[in-house]
């Protein structure tokens, strides 16, 4: 298990590197995380290689049997790049081009920053293939930044969009751009269409925004590919990955994903004023976990106070170390904190490391040394363990990317829809895959399909048979209305899954946010629930109501929620959006009933339950979110394995509290 920091030598005088090195070393780690912003470093004049002071930095570190992961530097361009080559410098929307100064300022389709790029990276990967501490290679720094719209951009565009669709009819159809007469009659026509969504009135057509936006991914994907086979040509024994940032939205990252060993992202929890439950953090790790179906590793972890201008609160004492047991429990096989020593200048002054500016190893460094030393004691329990999911949510960036052009109503995201589902099991102590719509549903016991409102006719197919099949199906809001080339469905909703529902939506409106709507549920759902922002009206066919509209008197003759029976399976509807946190955990209750799925422990508010698993072990991770003792009743006579004791019919958690049991 690496387990290190990242850590900036050419910030700091060379007789520090020695104390500092001993001082990782003291702590248990062994990576370190060097050079991802020092291009200028590396290649101070155009052509002119120097490595020494890093070849300096990592004998240092190996001295203290530190290894090393290299980032390719191109996240940051020399300023001599962005003078002798101006147009490599990205073009921002209202044509002027970004002032040199800062990160992520380049274009990816200028062909000289693509030249450059993969020379330093060839350079950087024949200077190191031999050096034996180096193991492994992040590319880039957190790909994402902001599009470039100058003339190189446009003409990719262009041919991209050629090569997909062939001919200019064929994309007209595909755009419907015989709405408001923008058919094409000449590729060079193609502008970049306007998808800022904070001007919707002057927005482009949906499809064509969706279309760039998978322009981009691809674009960033293929900049990332050119040093991915670099790297593996030049050393084929080191790993490979990527800083992806979670649910950031505007890439996406199953596609980004593909040609890395594993991935690894930058995990930074605590924004809020005081400690809450981080149920962001556990969705995004599950995520990560479902870009390639394997564990992965955090290349920045929180290490203190975050921010650029005003800095957040400082962690609380045990808060490093339980956001990073957050991670091992969700499948992380190693965690970088981010950063080693506070920088004294520059934009990220206020984020703060583990060391501070004064570069004394304080209460920080202190619990990361401790978390560290047990992580050294699971790690012979956790080799070849993995979160086992019975439960999977699709999570497909063109629903997300549709439904930032599209809403529908007001408040609709795909992030906001997931996070009701996602939150209730995490509550529920359920675990969860997060996979698109071209994963294998069959493994699930389970599917969650929250807003799927691009909903191909081969996505339809799948999860009509998976719930013939016997599994258990749940939709809401907004189902079935596109397909993938962001056209509507020319079909009574929810179209091609109206058999497995049961269902017929004939008309639906939004709620306005004075105007909620009471709902009653009967059987296992009871209760009196509020339905807000959106109705669909439901028209049972062979499903059953499980809630109704009572509360509007229009609404009255519709159901809110229907399960069906469907061959094997059961098919759910939710045709709204609810208040109430307590509709979702009754709801999911129903769900695992109707799924089979039993947790092994039902969590106490604000513990966090998570299981690991190998074929021959299971270990069961509890996390108490809070700064108050918890009591979570577990299964009697397991080894926990943090104390080596056996456990009772409970375990007590202390504030931030961690426990591990072999079951």
Known sequence: MYIGVDYYPEHWPRERWETDARLMKEAGFNVVRLAEFAWI?????????????????????????????LGTPTAVMPAWVAQKYPQTLRTKADGTQIVWGGRKHNCYSNIDYRRLSQRITRAMAEHFAQTPNVVGWQIDNEFGGEECHCRSCLAEFQTWLREKYGTLETLNQAWGNHFWGLKFTDWSQITIPDNATDRPWVMGNPSACLDWKRFITWQQARFQADQVKIIRAVCPGDFVTH????????????AMAQGLDFVAWDNYPIWSDKPD???SASLAADLMRGLKRKNFMIMEQTAGPCGWEAFGRNPWPGEIRKIAYQQLAHGSDGQIWFRWRTCTVGREQYWHGLLGHDGKPLRRYQEAAQTTKEFRRLEPYLRGTTVVADVAILYDYDNLWSLEFQPGFTGNSLQAAVRRYYDALFRAGVNADIVNRNADLSKYKLVLAPDLSILPDETAGKLDAYVKNDGTLLVDCRTGIKDERNLCHARTLPGLLSPALGICIEEYSPLPADSPCQVTATDHLSGT??????????????????????????????AAVTRNTYGKGKGWYVGTVFKEPAFYDNLLAQLLKDADIRPVVTPPPGVEVSLRQAPNRRL?????????????????????????QKTGDSVTLDRFGVAVLEL
């Open 41 to 69: 470093d590396m290649e101070p004049r155009e052509g002119q290689f120097d490595f020494v002071w890093l070849d300096d930095a990592i004998k240092v570190l190996a001295r203290y049997d530190l290894d090393v992961i």
């Open 620 to 644: 069961l991770f509890l996390l108490n979110h809070t700064d108050e003792p918890k009591t979570v009743r577990v299964p009697e006579g397991k080894t926990e394995l943090l104390t080596n």
């Open 277 to 279: 439950i981080p149920y």
């Open 243 to 254: 800083n992806f940032m979670g649910l950031f939205p505007n890439l996406d990252y199953y």
């Open 529 to 558: 629930y509020t339905a807000i922002q959106y109705t669909d009206w439901l028209t049972p066919e062979s499903a059953a109501p499980q809630a109704s509209y009572t509360g509007q008197w229009h609404l009255k003759p519709y």
